[in-house]
């Protein structure tokens, strides 16, 4: 039981279990009450007298005494009272241990209370009920067996046996001299009392209490020992728990300071005096919180804190701030309690972030060193802002960067760090620096040196003042040898070297891999360097070499033009001989120049949008004609959901078509060629596919690995038999990779072969299933993919053609520049609707394009009968047929110009447009009509081939004069004002373009550029030339110039 002495008459404030199952009180019923409520009219006055009395002076006491229970029943109370103080109470608690003694021990004294010995019914002696006498020798003389009752028989077996013989003692030998001592000063009128462990039967061991006071008689000579033992095993747990509980929080890793309600230290643990860098509990002890705790944390405040619920925490990042102004990264927990009701106490957990805070910011550094990487392409400008923040980030007051010296050793490349020496180390300093460069070197790794200190001899000068500091070497290796290294010198004892070095070493790598990838991109930079400068000569050298060979190529060509009126037969035959190798040689040289300008990206690609179905219509137009003069058959198929548009560049995709369709025919002797157009609308990848068909020789499998190599034309055996240079697959091929599509083949010795070129579509582009209407109805508005110069046409106008689709292409044509189109399927129906319009008095056809060869009436007997009915209605022929033969028949029937299939939509339009210009009449030579010589001035240093080219423009009506340089041709130019100049562009004193800068504001008159050069196209185009033609020009070409209504020939 406790009573409190501070309240008036010491009540009681708790019982335990015992208490109210030996009294029949409850708690209930005695909290709040003084312990008298026991006693009772036996119960003796001197007895509650001394009670009183040690109770009054604070003093323990012990005593046996008359109680009653709740229900009057005395019993004999053996009573022991103890004085319980706390540091923050005046007045101690009182706690009593009562144990019950009934029946009384008998003894010489009627009024001394007696010792009544509980009896041990059923059981055996259990030594935290013990109650007895012993003699002065220790021998047990009566026992008590448990709660009430005489001694049992098994109670009595114990006595005369000495009390350090009992057998629940554990640890015997050193109790039994435990006991004897006591014996002894027992003897000597001294008390004992002492907790000691005991076996017990029921488990565990407890503990007792063991009391042994002496007794004495009326006239206070000793009489025995009267021995107690009282179960204390929950007390001594209790307090078995607090001193573990004790060394848990001294020995604890983290740091624990507890504070008072005025928010001051009263304890810290061994931890926390490590973490503030104090020696001793009285350097914190007193120090206010603020002192000891910083937090960047906006709710880190005394107000914040002092609304913790009890119970709860608060939890943050800090520094522990010691008093010599060490300061400690630590996370933080804050807990509140309250012992009582009128404290409020607080206790801090600090864990040390060093290794964290270490951690991060060697993983700062190291990102940090990777954006400085990053963002530079030069080691040398790197290494100052690395250097720097490695210092910033990782905490280091000074750094140094070493690098090898010309006598093997090491030089500074730069210091940083605080104080004006730091800038400039003293050479003491750089030798220390060096000696630990070199034992870094010697590991290839980070190595840390010792310690140094004030007065030591491993002091720095140029560094800090403080106590400890250390100093790390950092080196950057390189394939070929020593970069540098990097020195970084801290305050402070670093003592974990190998999670440093782990960081460091990553930063080493870092700079390490920067500059082998600047190594290697300075490699890569000297060999693009290199390549260009190689690509530009090879382009330069292409672009002269084509020059020189174009210019003789060109005279030899012309003199064998003009020869061929001129010859007798077998030497004419001899002539085509040349003619016909020579034209191959020039295609062979324009196929290697277009071949190197697609492989150095020289070209230019330009996104439009158009039809596929109007260009594959467009393409069979113009390459039907061609294969029908093979004898071969031509045919056009539409598969699958086709794209009303697709955009990319028509040019290019021309180009690759026109390529694979004539490859077709030249390699197919009988049977057909086809042109497919697919469509592949599904899936997450849409294509369009045209398919170019063939019956031809067909291409080996082995060859077709080949096919796409420059100078590869699959089967050595067609070589012979099939002209070709073998660059024209490589061109479509990388024209194609170009235009982001994808050109295969496929293909079967003897049946034939399928070149695909497959374009990519965007996603969710117009698609549809095209019926035959469809087709028809997207060739006929569809603007044609061949581009035609901007003409404007008004009037009637007659197209004549037995094949319906040139038919239909020419009237497109046509339409498109704004002319009314009628057509006739043959001579015959041409000559009606002729005849119809002048006897109806309708206005006259304005031009009749008139094919050749037709059934029921050819072209020259039609142009004959027409010419003769209308005169002034000029007849532009067309033939499929190219040599001079066809064009002088067609000019002796009437026709006013001649034009060969496949049919140039813009050279018919400028052909047309001049026909019909102010009504009048431009017949060629040989012709009906009549025209007015056009002045030509012929610029070219090459005196064969300007002769050879002014021969042939006289020869074809026109009036021609020459200048070899610059300077007089812009003296003729200005003098004689010519129609045309035709102007080679690279002259002994000036070039062309210089020429036309001059003459470029005379008007009408018509530039056009030649040069051996085909890279020049595009720039002369755009400063104004009309025309650009590679040399040789074709004989076509130069007709044209001398007679404007003539058509190139092919």
């Not at 400690?328 to 927990?333: E, L, M, R």
Request: overall charge negative; some cysteine.
């Amino acid at each position: 039981m406790i009573a409190d002495g501070g309240l008036p008459d010491i009540p009681l404030v708790y019982v335990n279990a015992e208490f109210e199952r030996m009294t029949g009180y409850s708690l209930d019923e005695v909290v709040g009450r003084n312990c008298r409520i026991l006693q009772g009219p036996d119960t003796d006055p001197a007895d509650v007298a001394r009670m009183r009395s040690a109770i009054a002076d604070q003093t323990p006491i012990d005593l046996t005494l008359r109680n009653y229970r709740k229900d009057g029943s005395a019993f004999w109370n053996h009573l022991r009272i103890l004085p319980v103080r706390q540091p923050d109470r005046e007045l101690p608690y009182y706690v009593g241990y009562a144990r019950v003694l009934d029946p009384p021990i008998s003894g010489p004294s009627a009024s001394e209370p007696a010792l009544r010995i509980p009896s041990g019914e059923n059981r055996g002696m259990q030594p935290e009920s013990f109650f007895g006498i012993a003699d002065f020798d220790g021998l047990v003389t009566e026992v008590s067996g448990g709660q009430g009752g005489d001694a049992g028989d098994s109670d009595r077996k114990w006595m005369g046996i000495p009390l350090w013989d009992l057998p629940w003692w554990k640890g015997a030998a050193e109790i039994g001299t435990l006991l004897e001592d006591t014996v002894r000063r027992a003897r000597l009128g001294q008390s004992t009392h002492r907790d000691l462990e005991m076996v017990s039967d029921s488990g565990p061991s407890r503990w007792a209490e063991l009391r042994v006071e002496p007794r004495v008689d009326d006239q206070g000579n000793p009489r025995d020992l009267l021995v107690s033992m009282l179960d204390v095993t929950d007390r001594v747990e209790a307090e078995r728990f607090r001193h573990q509980l004790k060394e848990v929080v001294e020995n604890s890793p983290d740091g624990i300071v507890c504070l008072d309600a005025n928010r001051r230290a009263t304890f810290t643990n061994r931890a926390a005096l490590e973490l503030f860098g104090v020696d001793a509990q009285d350097a914190l002890t007193g120090q206010p919180f603020q002192d000891l705790i910083e937090s960047a944390d906006a709710a880190f405040d005394l107000g914040v804190l002092a609304e913790i619920e009890e119970g709860g925490a608060w939890e943050g990042l800090g520094a522990a701030t010691g008093p010599a102004g060490r300061r400690t990264p630590v996370s933080i927990a804050i807990l509140r309690h309250r012992p009582d009701s009128a404290r409020d106490d607080l206790s801090l957990i600090l864990r040390d972030r060093t290794d964290v805070e270490r951690r991060h910011r060697l993983l700062l550094a190291e990102l940090r060193t990777a954006r400085i990487l990053d963002n530079t392409s030069s080691l040398d400008e790197a290494i100052p802002e690395v250097v720097h923040g490695l210092a910033d980030t990782l905490g280091a007051f000074a750094v140094e960067y070493l690098i090898p010296g010309p006598d093997s050793g090491w030089q500074p490349f730069f210091s940083t760090g605080e104080g004006p020496q730091t800038a400039a180390p003293s050479p003491q300093s750089t030798a220390r620096s060096s000696d630990l460069a070199d034992r870094a070197w010697a590991r290839l790794k980070p190595v840390w040196d010792l310690p140094s200190n004030a007065d030591g001899n491993a002091a720095q000068p140029h560094m800090k003042g403080s106590r400890d500091t250390r100093s790390v070497a950092l080196p950057i290796p390189s394939e070929s040898g020593p970069l540098g290294t990097i020195v970084l010198h801290f305050s402070g004892n670093h003592t974990e070297e190998t999670a440093w070095s782990e960081g460091l070493s990553n930063v080493a790598r870092s700079i390490r891999d920067f500059h082998r990838w600047e190594q290697t991109e300075t490699q890569l930079r000297a060999a693009r360097v290199a390549a260009d400068a190689a690509s530009e000569a090879k382009s330069r050298f292409l672009g002269r070499m084509s020059h020189e060979l174009r210019t003789p190529m060109a005279a030899i060509l012309g003199y064998a033009e003009l020869l061929l009126t001129r010859v007798d037969p077998e030497s004419r035959s001899m002539l085509e001989v040349i003619l016909r190798n020579g034209n191959h040689m020039v295609d062979m040289l324009n196929d290697i120049l277009d071949l190197t300008r697609v492989e150095q990206g020289h070209i230019d690609l330009t996104d439009e949008r158009f039809s596929p179905v109007a260009m594959a219509y467009d393409l069979a137009s113009l390459m039907r004609v061609r294969a029908e003069a093979n004898s071969l058959r031509f045919k056009t198929h539409y598969e699958g959901v086709l794209p009303r548009e697709i955009e990319t560049d028509p040019t290019r995709v021309r180009q690759i078509l026109i390529n694979l369709i004539g490859n077709a025919i030249r390699f197919t002797d009988e049977g057909e060629v086809g042109l497919t157009l697919r469509g592949n609308a599904d899936g997450p990848n849409p294509t369009l596919v045209f398919d170019v068909t063939d019956t031809g020789v067909g291409i080996a499998p082995e060859h077709l690995e080949t096919i796409f190599k420059p100078f590869d034309q699959g089967d050595p055996s067609t070589d012979h038999r099939h002209e070709g240079t073998g660059l024209g697959l490589a061109i479509s091929k990388q024209l194609a990779e170009a235009l982001g599509a994808e050109l295969t083949a496929t293909s079967k010795v003897g049946v034939g072969s399928t070149f695909s070129l497959s374009l990519p579509l965007a996603p969710g582009i117009a698609t549809s299933v095209l019926t035959d209407e469809d087709v028809e109805r997207l060739t006929s508005l569809a603007d044609p993919v061949t581009h035609v110069p901007s003409v404007e046409l008004e009037g009637r106008y007659l197209v004549v053609d037995d094949h319906k689709d040139m038919r239909r292409l020419v009237a497109h044509y046509l339409t498109h520049a704004g002319a009314i189109v009628q057509e006739a399927a043959d001579g015959g129906e041409a000559v009606r609707l002729v005849e119809a319009a002048i006897q109806a008095d309708m206005e006259p056809f304005r031009a009749v394009v008139m094919d050749m060869q037709m059934p029921v009436m050819d072209g020259y007997q039609a142009t004959q009968i027409i010419r003769a009915r209308s005169p002034m209605t000029p007849v532009i022929a067309l033939s499929a047929g190219a040599m001079k033969g066809d064009r002088e028949k067609a000019l002796q029937a009437g026709c006013s110009a001649f034009l060969a299939k496949p049919v140039d939509g813009g050279r018919l339009l400028s052909l047309v447009e001049d026909l019909v210009s102010d009504g009048r009449d431009q017949t060629e030579p040989g012709g009906t009509g009549s025209h007015t010589p056009p002045r030509l001035l012929l610029v070219e240093d090459d005196r064969d081939l300007s002769d050879v080219t002014s021969r042939i423009l006289e020869k074809s009506g026109a009036d021609v004069r020459v200048a070899e340089t610059g300077a007089e041709a812009i003296e003729t130019a200005k003098s004689w004002h010519p129609d045309v100049v035709l102007m080679d562009m690279n002259l002994p004193d000036m070039t062309g373009v210089e020429v036309h800068r001059v003459l470029r504001s005379q008007d009408g008159t018509r530039f056009i550029a030649m040069s051996g050069d085909g890279s020049k196209r595009e720039e002369c185009l755009r400063l104004g030339f009309s025309e650009f033609h590679l040399k040789p020009v074709g004989l076509g070409v130069l007709k044209s110039l001398a007679s404007p209504g003539e058509e190139p020939s092919t």
